[in-house]
Structure formats: C-alpha cells, structure tokens
C-alpha cells in the first residue's frame, strides 16, 4: 500500500520561495510526481522524480531523497498565480497505480 | 494534441438514473485512469486500465462501471448512485510510466 503525507496550508508573500514538503511510505516506489491544482480546474503536471536529486524546471524544483521517503518542491519568485493546491502523487512498480496526498494550499498575498 | 477531453463537463441525475461519464485522448497513452475528487480534497484513485484491459479497482461500489471500447476512449457508466456520489470526476491517461495528463473532469450531482 502507500501512505503520503503533506502539510496542508501556508501562505507566502509574493516574490518569496516556498517549500512543500512530502514523504511517502510505499511498498514499490516507481517515482514521484508533483501536480498543481487551481480551485475548480485539473491538476497540471509540474515535475517527476525517480532518481535522487534535485529537477530543476524554470521557478519549479523538486528533490527527491528515496532512502528517506521524502520529496520537497521548491517555488521561487512566488507570483499570485500561483495561488494553488499542490499535490504529491507516488506511483507503485509493477500496476500503474499512482496515489495522491492531500495536498498543501499555497496561498501568495502582495 | 495534449488534451484530454471529458463529456459532459456537469451532469445531474436521480438516484435512479442511469447516465455515462466520456473521457477521450489522441496522445496514443495505453493507461487511462478514473479519479474521484470531493470539494478541498486530492483526487481518489478508482479505475486504472492498462493496454484496454482494467488492472486496478479501487474497491469501488458496482454502481460505478467503468468501460474501456478501445485506446482512446474511456467510459464510466453510472447506475442507482447516492447523493454521496457527488463530485468531480477526472481522467486521465498517460504512457505506462509516464505523468498523467488530466481532463477539465465532469462534475456530477446526484439528487
């Protein structure tokens, strides 16, 4: 099975860099994926991570530690717009089953 | 085309209606997935299909019943469902270890 565990809110000042924190128990871990979500739209993918390390995509970085459970994404220079849910989601090896977390709201103020 | 599209976009039925969620993509993605997505909540993973063939159900009530006519398409069929039921309903499809792409969902009310 999968347990995926993620903070729920944090609000953060336009400009500023955040950090979203999520780690996972898994019994097959075939990646690690970060997907944002505006209020009453689809989750958009943002990253994926297999291998330790850090992915680096424009303003978006995620990192991920297998031997911890762990994965952080990082957001720089925070604009309102990325006012959003942010989901972690943990893909199992072997039945394609990709499992959510909770999620952590983001909230930018000016 | 990277778009998933889901019809219809909203849906309100009775508890003893029987209706049918579409979902299509032309991304030539061999997984399709259906998710259940309350208000302030992540999505639930209910059905995922494999090479058109159901590899995973989430335990899912038999009022749910998904079918997949072929590698584009993707239905759920949606029978005697309880107010309970109500919610967002998102696809999704992707290579076999690929990330997923999401359609807008269809948001059902059931009354």
């Known amino acids: 099975g999968q347990n995926i565990d993620q903070p729920t809110e944090m609000t953060a000042t336009e400009g500023a860099i955040v950090q979203i924190n999520c780690t996972y128990q898994?019994?097959?871990?075939?990646?690690l994926f970060w997907y944002q979500q505006h209020a009453g739209e689809a989750p958009t993918f943002l990253s994926y991570n297999v291998l330790d390390g850090l992915e680096e995509k424009g303003r978006f970085s995620s990192f991920l530690s297998r031997s911890k459970g762990y994965s952080y994404l990082l957001l720089k220079e925070l604009q309102m717009k990325d006012s959003a849910s942010y989901l972690c989601a943990v893909r199992n090896r072997g039945n394609n089953r990709l499992a959510f977390g909770k999620g952590n709201q983001v909230v930018v103020i000016p | 085309d990277t778009e998933v599209t889901q019809t219809p976009k909203h849906l309100v039925m009775g508890m003893t209606n029987k209706k049918s969620l579409k979902c299509e993509q032309h991304?030539?993605?061999?997984?399709m997935y259906w998710y259940k997505q309350k208000a302030k909540k992540p999505p639930e993973l209910m059905f995922v299909y494999s090479y058109e063939k159901l590899s995973i159900n989430e335990s899912v009530p038999s009022r749910f019943s998904p079918e997949c006519p072929n590698s584009s398409l993707l239905n759920l069929h949606l029978h005697a469902l309880q107010p309970e039921d109500s919610a967002l309903y998102l696809c999704?499809?992707?290579?076999?270890?690929?990330?997923?792409?999401f359609g807008e969902g269809s948001r059902l009310t059931v009354l």
């Open positions: 999704a499809s992707s290579q076999v270890n690929g990330e997923l792409f």
């Open positions: 991304m030539g993605h061999r997984a």
């Open positions: 898994t019994s097959g871990f075939n990646g």
